[in-house]
């Protein structure tokens, strides 16, 4: 009998249609009404493929008695109750590496972009303002110290551009590593000493609201803050609140705390780049995202060992 899957969300057309080949693929988003859905196909899904933003937590867990596994397309699994997979004996797989690079891009393209006003100056010209004088100036990145905030997979791969771009580094975490960086187990303190400051960390009950006023305050005026993470990691009102007093001079975010909503008061803002959630989004990425998907699906139902388990 083919294998039941419950979709979250999409893959790439090519890796959708593999999946399709191997399991009765159920695309939650598409029914009209997935509650009864859910209710009618409970006993019979054995695969959840899961996203960022779309939680996959203990009710929808619990409906599922015969669930073996949930793949995540991401490398965060903030979504994912693991201590309930983890009880349940529910295999818990992601896609780290094969998306650290572009991440690591898009970090470096929202610092250039605030930093050098590039959003800002494409305006500029479009609209006809250039013939009435110069933009405002930008700020340099060479000889500036960027804090990166996580240094895993991803903020490695920030650090090295960010040096490459002649930046110093420092970095916070949970512990001292063996890197020709500068560690701060504070913060705080670290923002103090940046310019820059890069959130590459997970999303975890000990990195919610790290981010707050004060480490926005010790970052200074002329700081900026890039963020890549999750949106769970910054307080968003005290972002808000020291973009529009100027306590920080601007931010480049790709994750924000309610997606796809974006406040309101950031949309108005001229100091800040929005991006939609696309770290990790180029076709090449996504691409291989979706084949380590379906490669730990297919090696879970054939009894082979996972290509890229989370540990619990
Ligand atoms: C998303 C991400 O997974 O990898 C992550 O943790 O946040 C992104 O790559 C991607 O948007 C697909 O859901």
Redesign the pocket.
Known sequence: MTRTLLAL?NLLPDEMAFLEQHFRVIRLWREQDPEAVLQQERMNIVAVLS???VPVRTHLIEALPNLEIIAQ????VDNIDLKFTATRGIAVTN?PDV?TDD?ADTALALLLAVARRVCEGDMYVRVGKWANGPMPLGTSLAGKTAGVVGLGRIGHAIARRCAAFGMNIAYHGRSKKDVPYTYYDDVKVMAEASDFLILACAATPQTRDLINYDVLEALGKRGILVNVARGSVVKELDLLAALSNRTIAGAGLD?YQNEPNVPEALISMDNVVLLP?V???TLETRTK?GQLVVQNLMAHFEGRPLLTPVAV
């Not at 397309?73 to 965060?76: F, L, P, Q, R, S």
Request: proline share 0%; charged share 0%; glycine share 30%.
């Open positions: 969300g996203i960022a933003g397309n991401g490398v965060g896609t998306l991440t994750v959630h770290g990790s989004a995202m």
